[in-house]
């Protein structure tokens, strides 16, 4: 039920940011999440619901090595 | 790193039952061809997740009567417009008249109520956690700019009180497939005390195929342990604690209540509402329960709570298509019966 | 509410405007009917054209109405000759517009080579809508050979002349607000038939890619034939901003609606030339040969997915309503 989609600030002015996803740009609601342009952020519904941060790979990879080791 | 599709390709334990809560997870295991990348021993199960599939009968009424109402329009997502209350849905009653708009943000309300003060613009609030969120921002935005013509009507639901019930309910369930974006807002750590509860662990995972095929092998392994644990696999954007920016402005506005789900009734705190300070805003959401289902033989309800699979229902793919719909699983493009359909799925 | 009902402030507005434009030796008779040389095997088709809006990014509702109809012949083998074109004007309908729509079915119409040789005009009450209805006409070659879907085999090659979902996409964007430099594909195609034809491939169905997308029409084939269509998605032309707008909007590109591509199953041999001839013409920069006819369940159409699963695909349901929730 939640369609959302990473993509990136170009510009914030208030509580609204132009954010664009591969050269379609939306005013997105910008006032649940400290944003900046280029950040990379999750939208959804028109709205902005939080920063990508890199923990990706890192905590990924601990997570699987625990898995597997036992 | 570990070859987890092998895994599940291979995985040749005892037979497991994996539910997803989230209808986009329903849509994207479909969209991926994930079951055919399992193997036959790993069964997964869709949940209640599908906000328009649970919504009941008497809310499309309200929202019918509101689009038919002198200088009212009704802006809404895509897919409400064409479920059916007790007899019509929004599509039908375009034709008499009603002012029905579709937009992809509720925030557009606010040009929208802008361009047209004399009218009022009611939004179809329908959602989850993730949505919540949004609507928490879109009457802070019309409070800070003086918008006084917008409404929401709304059947907000959450999360932890409808996995417990199926958990409790109907049990049979070995491990669940967490909502991913829900998440962003709540926090992993919401999870926890029904891991606990239960036994059974979690995952919370994002939408692509890999990151599901990472989720599920995580899901098996941990259930393959008797393990009842949450696991966080979308860190990139999911933390423990949730953004809680988001969770105190919705706190702000909305409370918690009763809600009704389509084929459980009402579950006891598994809903919002707006505060009552902030009721001048609602269009008239309190107490609407009531349910009717069309067809007798329309098994939606138990389908919902992964209780039967579509393929289990009489109606399925005969007297119930996309185009023929009987119930909300069908209309819904995240609905679970919908997605059996269109993509021919057996398991 | 004059103009239309047949008196001088109707044939004011023939005259000055679409005379004007579609001027050639057949209308400028201004018989009631025009009388052209003909064929032995005719193909025909009508269609009517109700977009909204009438102009938008890479087309317009006139450009829309002369293509859609030129290829309907074209996928039938016919070399397209001439068309009828009615319009229903609700009153208020700018006249700047009207000229403006003309002026653009008459080069579209240039460019395919085509005459548009009678026409009519209503005017109706209403708030300044505008309808184009047309009538096509195409000479059948009389050494073609029978194109029917029904007759995919196992072997047969799919090719997709280019990236799905375009017109689609950018009539959608206009309406949900969001920004972005898609253009509606509408494009003629009978020059791709042509290439296709004079080559010589053994064709074994053609159909432009319009409503209901690529995943419908192939359906089709496969439910004609009795075969199993398997298609890769990794194959399928789709642009970096279409596929964005997709995520936005929860869409599917191979449900969406094209105007100027167009799907070919041919006999495996001739694939690589059938490419070729696809990418021999300015609208097939993008062609790809996409998939085939397998084993496989009949009336069936699988798809490859990128995930490197595979998953069952039927025709489109319902409208494709962005899904958000």
Redesign the interface.
């Known amino acids: 039920?939640?369609?959302?989609?990473?993509?990136k600030v170009l510009s914030v002015e208030g509580?609204i940011a132009i954010v664009d996803?591969?050269?379609?740009?939306?005013?997105?609601?910008a006032?649940?999440?400290s944003v900046h342009p280029g950040d990379y952020v999750?939208?959804?519904?028109?709205?902005i619901?939080?920063v990508?941060?890199?923990?990706?790979a890192i905590?990924?990879?601990d997570?699987?090595a625990e898995?597997?080791g036992? | 790193m570990i070859d987890y599709r092998a895994y599940l390709k291979e995985y040749d334990g005892p037979p497991v039952r994996i539910m997803e809560i989230c209808g986009t997870h329903t849509a994207a295991i479909s969209h991926n061809g994930i079951p055919s990348l399992l193997s036959p021993k790993i069964q997964l199960i869709s949940g209640p997740g599908c906000p328009v599939c649970v919504t009941v009968t008497e809310y499309i009424d309200r929202l019918i009567e509101l689009s038919l109402t002198k200088d009212t329009v009704v802006a809404t997502f895509g897919d409400m417009i064409r479920v059916t209350g007790s007899r019509q849905s929004l599509q039908d009653v375009k034709a008499d008249g009603a002012q029905v708009r579709m937009v992809y943000s509720p925030l557009d309300m606010l040009r929208l109520a802008q361009e047209e003060p004399s009218k009022t613009f009611v939004f179809a609030a329908v959602g989850f956690e993730t949505t919540i969120a949004v609507y928490a921002a879109l009457l802070d935005e019309a409070i800070r700019q003086n918008i006084r013509n917008i409404r929401l009507l709304t059947s907000l639901k959450t999360m932890p009180r409808v996995i417990d019930w199926v958990c409790t309910m109907q049990g049979g369930i070995d491990g669940f497939l967490a909502p991913g974006h829900v998440s962003v807002i709540t926090g992993s750590d919401m999870y926890e005390p029904l891991a606990k509860k239960h036994g059974v662990p979690f995952a919370v995972a994002g939408f692509e195929g890999e990151q599901l095929l990472m989720a599920l092998y995580a899901l098996v392994r941990t259930i393959e342990r008797g393990d009842g644990r949450v696991m966080n696999l979308y860190p990139s954007v999911v933390s423990a604690k949730g953004n809680e920016t988001a969770q105190h402005m919705i706190s702000k506005y909305f409370t918690v209540c009763d809600a009704a789900w389509r084929g459980m009734g009402v579950v006891p705190d598994s809903g919002m509402i707006l505060r009552r300070e902030f009721e001048g805003y609602d269009a008239g959401s309190q107490f609407l329960y009531s349910d009717h289902s069309h067809h007798p033989k329309c098994r939606c309800a138990k389908v919902i709570t992964g209780a039967e699979k579509p393929n289990d229902c009489a109606l399925f793919g005969t007297l119930c298509t996309p185009e023929t719909p009987q119930g909300a699983c069908m209309v819904s493009t995240e609905g679970s019966c919908f997605s059996y359909f269109v993509n021919r799925r057996k398991a | 509410m004059s103009h239309g009902s047949g008196g001088k402030a109707t044939s004011d507005l023939i005259s000055s405007i679409f005379a004007h434009y579609f001027d050639n030796p057949v209308l400028a008779k201004m018989e009631d009917a025009a009388v052209v040389p003909g064929a032995a095997r005719l193909a025909m088709t009508t269609d009517s054209f109700v977009v909204t809006p009438l102009f938008f990014a890479g087309a317009d509702i006139g450009k829309l109405a002369v293509c859609g109809t030129v290829n309907d012949l074209a996928m039938s083998g016919a070399t397209p000759k001439y068309l009828t074109c009615g319009f229903i004007l609700e009153e208020g309908a700018d006249s700047g517009d009207i000229e403006k729509i003309a002026a653009s079915m008459a080069d579209t119409a240039r460019e395919c080579g085509v005459l548009i040789v009678a026409g009519d005009t209503k005017v109706i009450e209403g708030k300044g809508g505008i309808y184009i209805n047309t009538a096509g006409v195409g000479f059948l070659p009389d050494d073609l050979p029978a194109v029917s879907s029904a007759s995919c085999s196992k072997g047969d090659v799919i090719l997709l002349s280019g990236t799905l979902g375009d017109h689609h996409a950018a009539i959608l964007s206009a309406r949900m607000n969001i920004t972005n430099t898609i253009q509606s594909d509408c494009a003629p195609l009978h020059g791709m038939v042509a290439a296709l034809l004079a080559k010589n491939i053994r064709i074994k169905a053609m159909r432009d890619v319009t409503r209901g997308g690529l995943a419908t029409i192939l359906h089709e084939f496969s439910v004609a034939s009795r075969g199993c269509i398997s298609i890769d998605e990794d194959r399928i032309p789709v642009s970096a901003q279409v596929q964005g707008l997709c995520g936005i909007l929860g869409l599917d590109p191979l449900y969406m609606g094209n105007e100027g591509k167009m799907v070919a199953v041919v006999a495996a041999g001739d694939a690589d030339a059938a490419l070729a001839a696809m990418k021999s013409s300015p609208y097939g920069t993008n062609a790809a040969i996409i998939g085939s006819l397998t084993a496989g369940e009949p009336g069936t159409l699988v798809l490859s997915t990128k995930a490197g699963g595979t998953r069952m695909m039927t025709e489109l349901y319902g409208e494709g309503l962005p899904r958000i929730c």
């Open positions: 039920m939640c369609v959302a989609m990473p993509g509580t996803f591969s050269g379609n740009s939306i005013r997105a609601e006032g649940l999440v999750l939208v959804h519904a028109g709205c619901l939080q990508l941060s890199d923990e990706d905590s990924l990879a997570l699987f898995l597997e036992l």
